[in-house]
Every structure is written in C-alpha cells, then in structure tokens.
C-alpha cells in the first residue's frame, strides 16, 4: 500500500494524519461499484429468478466488498449536509411503516432506500478524488451503449417495446429515455475533458443516446434532452476553435442518425406534446395527479406511507385497481416524483425532500465555471424528466446525487488544504505534495 499525507479538519483545528490509499481490497470495492454503475442504464436486461436483476447481485457484492474495504482502512469520512437529509428521508420512509396504509409495500421501499444509502456512501468513501469521479461518469455513460445499442437493434428488428415505440434493455421507454437524458450533458463534459481517440466513443455515445430518445419517442424525455443540450451555449465561451468543430460534427451526427433511425411513429407522437399540455391529460397522468391530491387531502402531514401511492390511488380513481390481481391493469404510480413524496411521505418528508434539492443546488456553486454548468444542467435535466417520472426510488436519482455530493467534497477538501498546506510542521516541499496529490485526476 503507497503511504500518503492526508488532512483532517475539527472545528478551526488542522491537523496532518499519516494514512494509506485503499489496499487490494479497497481497489477490488472501487471495481465492483464502477460494474454496478455501469450495469445501471441496462439494470432490466438480466434477471436472476427468485432474486432480482443483475445489478441487484453486483449492487450485493459491491457492498460487501465497500464494507470490508473501509473497515481495513479504518475510518470514516465526515458526512455532507447532504447525507444527513438523505439518512432522515430514509428513516421517515421506515417509521412510515407504523401508520401506514399499504405496510408490506412500505416495507419493501424501506428496504430499497437503505440499499440505495448504501450506494451514496459507498460512492462517498471510494470515490473521494476527482480521478475516481470521472471514471463512475465513464461508467455510466458506457452503460448507456447497452440500452441504447439494444434498442437501435429492435427497431432494426421491428420489435416494440410498446405501440410504436422502442426501448431496449427490458426497460421502460420513459425510463430508458430519461436515463440517456441525463447521460447527455456528462458524455459532453467528457469529450470536453479528453483527447485522443476516446472522444469519438463520447461523440457516438451523443449520437446513440440522442437517436434512443427518438425512439422512445416519449415526451418528457425529449424534453429532458432539450434541457440536457443547454450545456453546450452555456460552455460554448470555454471552447477552443478545435473543439468548436468537434462539437458542430457531433451534433450534425446526431441530427443525421435522427433522420436515418427514427421512424415517423416517433416524431408523430412527440409532436402531439404541446396539445396535450393544452387539452390534454399527458397520458391519463392527470387523473391520477388530482386522484393523488385527494389523497394528500386525507393525509397532510405525514402521508399515507412510502410506496403505498399506487395502492391507495386506485380507491379513489373511477375504476379501482387491486394489487396483486393478475386480471386486472397494474395500479398505477404517481408518475410525478415530487406529487409521489408529497402523498407518500406527507409535508414533512416532502420539506426534507425539497431541504436535499435546495443543499444539492446550492452545493454547485463550490464547484469550479465548467463542473459547476454541468451539475446546473444535469439538475435541471432531472427535476424536468421526474416531473412525469415517479423516480425517488431510482437508481440514477439516487447516484447522480451521490456523485454531485462526491464532487462538492473533494473540491472544499482541495480548498482547505490550499489554505492550510504551508501551515503545518512539515517542509514546503511535503505541502506541494500534499496539495498535487488532492489535484490529481481533476477535471479541468
């Protein structure tokens, strides 16, 4: 294990500790959660019977392996604000358990929002430095090939995921599009960042991920990609000529895979988004909005319970649905993420909710101008896609926040020991190492 100077902040207190990097082990942990996340865009593709998907089994592994690793290192980063508003979601969801009106759902949910904990630490130890940071965006943007590969060869193959539309990976078309949404902005900001010949897997990663959407054909994903696209104006002005370039030949790939891949079903459905914003009811997700109201009505403060939405709305709609009833439709989900916390969790895990966006957005503006544009974006990506989306439970949720978290910890940690390196009882020499190695691996 390579010996390294690590700082340590208490109070107004500096100190300088001696630490190791991560062993075997702790790099083992780092691989097993750079596979999770990159079994995360596809995570429906491969089903385990009497067990769950693929990524469930890797998601198991890699939080043994996580465990293991920081117990042989023998310590534990200081939470982020962030965590703390996440670990008091998570335990409002459990206690929800005691009144609430769907408790076998609530307790399965319960059990997802730990395990997804569970990932935002994980990610919070093993991934402290840029370097590891931007190899878990590389993860999930390789992801995404995938789903979207999966998906351009169903349509090639005439094979619907739905009535005239496609999705691959055994993924939802909503889903699927809202994912390579968000995947946009990050594959951009990892083609700035490059060189060499990865920068042409970022451009056909664009190119795959715009022409998925397409093929989703669902509308609030395309939204979503017209809110991702913003990135580019906004870093346009950091931009040198060859990169200008770069980015007018991505974009003029992407608009001719569009045209060659997406057929006219699609664009005939995304063209019927501005009437039905106008007259009509996005699907049905209108009627369950307001049947969801409703229920909100009844349960103000504390909710009716997490995950018991889908149960509960179907007593109040016209035509009530039963769970677990196989001739019946499926009850349906919230598909609004923040009307879901609000009925589910009630005003006061609906605050806690709006407490970790407001910390998360406030927390770019610690960033460096070009990171700092991207998580703007990528908020905005989100908060658009989840708005027809029930996605709180989500495993993109819950990692890009994680990674923001991440992001916004090695950067006040590079802050600090800039202020203090000089400072403590070594040579200048031992504060310029300590301070390049913090630098290492960060993005530009």
């Known amino acids: 294990m390579k010996p390294r100077i690590t700082t340590s902040f208490i109070g107004t207190n500096f100190s300088v500790v001696a630490t190791e990097d991560f062993s075997g082990l702790g790099k083992l942990a780092f691989a097993s959660l750079w596979l999770f996340v990159f079994a995360i865009p596809w995570e429906d593709a491969v089903t385990i019977s009497n067990f769950g998907t693929s990524a469930r089994l890797i998601g198991v592994l890699t939080g043994g392996l996580g465990v293991f690793a920081i117990l042989e290192r023998g310590r534990l980063r200081r939470p982020a604000p962030g965590h703390i508003l996440m670990g008091l979601f998570v335990l409002l969801a459990a206690i929800s358990y005691l009144w609430s009106l769907y408790p076998e759902g609530t307790l399965t949910q319960v059990f997802t929002y730990i395990q997804l904990f569970t990932l935002v630490w994980l990610i919070w130890e093993l991934a402290p430095q840029a370097r590891e940071q931007v190899r878990l965006m590389q993860a999930y943007v390789f992801g995404t090939f995938v789903s979207g590969v999966d998906t351009v060869y169903l349509y090639l ?26 995947s946009i902005p990050v594959s951009y900001y990892l083609l700035v960042q490059s060189k060499g010949r990865i920068v042409w897997v970022y451009r056909l990663q664009l190119v795959l991920a715009g022409t998925t959407v397409l093929l989703t054909a669902s509308r609030g994903a395309t939204l979503a990609s017209l809110v991702a696209l913003f990135i580019v104006p906004l870093t346009h002005a950091r931009l040198k000529a060859r990169q200008k370039i770069a980015v007018i030949l991505t974009v003029s790939l992407l608009v001719c895979g569009a045209l060659f891949f997406v057929p006219s079903t699609s664009w005939e459905r995304l063209s019927t988004t501005p009437n039905e914003f106008a007259q009509g009811t996005l699907t049905g997700r209108t009627v369950i909005w307001k049947a969801g109201w409703e229920l909100f009505r009844s349960h103000p403060f504390v909710g009716i319970g997490a995950n018991a939405f889908r149960v509960l709305v179907s007593r109040v709609l016209a035509e009530p649905i039963r769970a677990g009833n196989d001739m019946l439709p499926p009850a349906p989900p919230a598909h609004n993420t923040f009307l879901s916390v609000l009925v589910e969790q009630g005003v006061i895990g609906f605050s806690l909710f709006c407490a970790l966006l407001g910390v998360l957005a406030l927390s770019v503006r610690a960033l460096p101008p070009f990171p700092q544009k991207l998580w703007i974006v990528c908020l905005g990506v989100w908060v658009v896609g989840v708005s027809s989306l029930t996605w709180e439970m989500r495993k993109p949720t819950w990692f890009f926040f994680a990674l923001l978290m991440a992001q916004c910890g090695s950067m006040a940690q590079r802050r600090q020991t800039r202020r203090y390196a000089p400072s403590f009882g070594g040579t200048h020499h031992q504060s310029r190492i300590l301070v390049a190695d913090l630098e290492c691996g960060a993005p530009g």
Request: zero cysteines.
């Open 157 to 182: 193959s005439h094979q619907e995921s739905a009535y005239q539309r496609y999705a691959g990976a055994r993924l939802d078309a909503n889903d699927l599009g809202l994912m390579m949404a968000l």
